[in-house]
């Protein structure tokens, strides 16, 4: 038996090969007594036997561990190693666009060839786990929320999904082909929540500024009787400063006006009378142009003195105004210095806007009656949409309930259950939820005459198991397409005859069209359907013990651990089981 050589496989049903995930690669390195094992598992059905205590628990745990459904301390560490490691390479097949999707949503790198790989160890050093996708560390939350979308793993005896209080109402939908109908659902309430919640925040921000809405008004009044606009603002910033050096001003004004217009020593009495003298000179010295440029230089030169001048005068106007000005505006920019430093503003522009919002949040106050029936009126209307969306869908979740229960039924029947009956119970309540009115539960009824009651609280992990299995066989024929993950199985048989083991198997092989199977198994029955049959064994070398996990040919290997399985231990028992094996496949 060798684990290196590819055998020759039976062909596995492939009818939505497309559409399944598959594990196309494991690789296990120091995981408790298994030093090193690399499967290369079949899209079909996958088998794992061994003795008791071989270690097929431990793959299990192994694969536990990689899809972070579990955890790790150093006792899982192998003896003398540093650290353990599983890795596994996934095929998404018609799950790439909404995993690419998940994959850049955690910032993680895309899948390849349209597989992702798994990656997760245990340092002994550190005494931490890390965990990798695509060679990217990730959290154990991101693992998870990405492996929840490739694996689901059932343990021996576990209940799993079935005590999940929203499985039943998931499983309804998804069946019935409401997935859709449902998220809607939610969509609808979460429009609903948001408008909700705009109506309780403008009411909360309503009662806040109303509060304090005279202190708001009071604040507004105090900025806008400073009446601040462009003409006062230009005012304090030139006439403050023209009259706060009016008495300098006004000697210098003085001078430079005496200098300029004096009737005797003025410059500009002076230069028209240099401009007459010259235009006397021109007359006599018409051809000579150089005194003709002089006289337009004098005429350029007198035109600028009289400019400055009459600016000059312009200037000393704005002295001329009545002097309780200066008190008007030396009040009005004592006012605005106050009120800046007590709105923390940088300058009488930032001041005006502080005025601006004040008006604002009191304009919302006045308007507060307005928007609060406005939004109001949207949230009544979200509310009103959701409530026919779950009415319809509640409708629908009735009606598929009623069938799944004569279905599901039906099919316990073969798998060995002959009175027992599944029940989908909807209940309606006027609480409005995310996934709309309804409350479904999975009830079972184990014996005639006595009632329905809660699975996980009766039934026994045979039950449960052959429920699961029952459960995941309808909604894989259910799907014309979709998310069709990897399903493993923890000694599924246990408790079942060899009859109803084979129903067991039968139901593999349906479940096989849309899903790769991984299956421990102590049940020769079972293992029959596989298309892939791995031996889990120990041996002990050099005083240590190795786990091994060796894939079996499908001819005689395959036959001599089927006879193991049913207890031919010797050449005669072997003999004598051979018809009995060979009826499993028939």
Not at 121 to 129: E, N, P, T, V
Not at 187 to 206: L, M, S
Not at 355 to 367: H, K, S
Not at 400 to 413: D, F, G, H, R, Y
Request: charged share 30%; hydrophobic share 45%; net charge negative.
């Amino acid at each position: 038996m060798s684990k290196q050589a590819k055998q020759p496989k039976e062909a596995s049903v492939k009818e939505n090969i497309g559409n399944r995930v598959v594990i196309e690669e494991v690789v296990i390195k120091n995981f408790a007594i298994i030093e090193d094992a690399e499967l290369t598992p079949d899209e079909g059905i996958n088998v794992f036997t061994g003795e008791t205590g071989a270690g097929k628990s431990i793959l299990a745990e192994a694969l536990a561990y990689v899809f972070g459904c579990t955890s790790v301390n150093a006792e899982a560490l192998r003896v003398g190693a540093k650290q353990l490691q599983v890795a596994v390479r996934v095929r998404l097949a018609g799950r790439t666009k909404y995993a690419e999707a998940l994959l850049e949503r955690l910032g993680l790198a895309p899948a390849t060839d349209g597989c992702i790989l798994l990656r997760r160890s245990f340092d002994a050093a550190s005494g931490k786990s890390r965990a990798f996708v695509n060679d990217m560390a990730v959290t154990l939350a991101g693992l998870r929320e990405i492996s929840a979308e490739l694996i689901e793993i059932h343990y021996q005896n576990s209940q799993l999904d079935l005590v999940d209080a929203d499985f039943a109402r998931e499983y309804l939908d998804a069946w019935s082909g409401s997935a859709q109908m449902a998220a809607s659902m939610r969509e609808c309430h979460e429009r609903y929540r948001a408008a909700k919640r705009d109506v309780e925040e403008h009411a909360r921000h309503v009662a806040e500024h109303a509060a304090k809405a005279d202190f708001l008004r009071f604040q507004y009044e105090e900025i806008a009787a400073l009446g601040l606009n462009e003409r006062v603002i230009r005012e304090l910033s030139e006439d403050l400063s023209l009259w706060a050096a009016k008495d300098k001003a006004v000697r210098e004004l003085d001078a430079v006006r005496a200098a300029l217009c004096d009737e005797d020593a003025g410059a500009i009495g002076r230069i028209e009378t240099a401009q007459e003298s010259l235009r006397r000179l021109g007359t006599l010295l018409k051809e000579h142009a150089q005194v003709g440029e002089i006289v337009v230089n004098v005429g350029s030169a007198l035109t600028l003195l009289q400019d400055a001048a009459g600016g000059i005068a312009s200037v000393s106007n704005r002295f001329d105004h009545d002097p309780a000005r200066l008190d008007e505006l030396l009040s009005l920019k004592a006012r605005i210095d106050r009120l800046m430093q007590r709105h923390h503003c940088a300058d009488v522009k930032e001041l005006d806007r502080v005025c601006a919002r004040l008006a604002g949040e009191l304009a919302m106050l006045d308007n507060a009656g307005l928007d609060s029936a406005e939004l109001s009126r949207r949230a009544d209307a979200a509310l009103d949409e959701a409530k026919r969306q779950a009415a319809v869908l509640s409708k629908r979740r009735v009606a598929a309930a009623k069938e799944l229960t004569k279905v599901t039924t039906a099919q316990l029947k073969d798998l060995g259950l002959k009175d027992a009956q599944i029940g989908f119970q909807v209940t309606t309540s006027p609480q409005l939820e995310s996934w709309g009115c309804d409350m479904v539960s999975l009830l079972f009824a184990p014996n005639p005459g006595e009632g329905f009651k809660e699975l996980s609280a009766i039934a026994s992990g045979g039950e449960i198991s052959r429920v699961m299995l029952v459960l995941k066989a309808l909604l894989a024929d259910s799907r014309q397409s979709g998310h069709c993950v990897v399903l493993f199985f923890d000694e599924i048989e246990q408790g079942l005859s060899p009859a109803v083991t084979a129903k067991v198997g039968g139901k593999f092989e349906e479940l096989s069209r849309a899903h790769q199977i991984f299956a421990i198994t102590h049940s020769p029955v079972l293992a029959s359907f596989a298309q892939e049959h791995y031996l889990v064994r120990k041996r002990v070398e050099s005083g240590r013990t190795f786990a091994e996990v060796l894939r079996l040919s499908a001819d005689g290997e395959r036959r001599g651990e089927a006879l193991r399985l049913i207890g031919a231990s010797d050449p005669k028992a072997r003999q004598a089981l051979e018809p009995y094996l060979k009826s499993f496949n028939n």
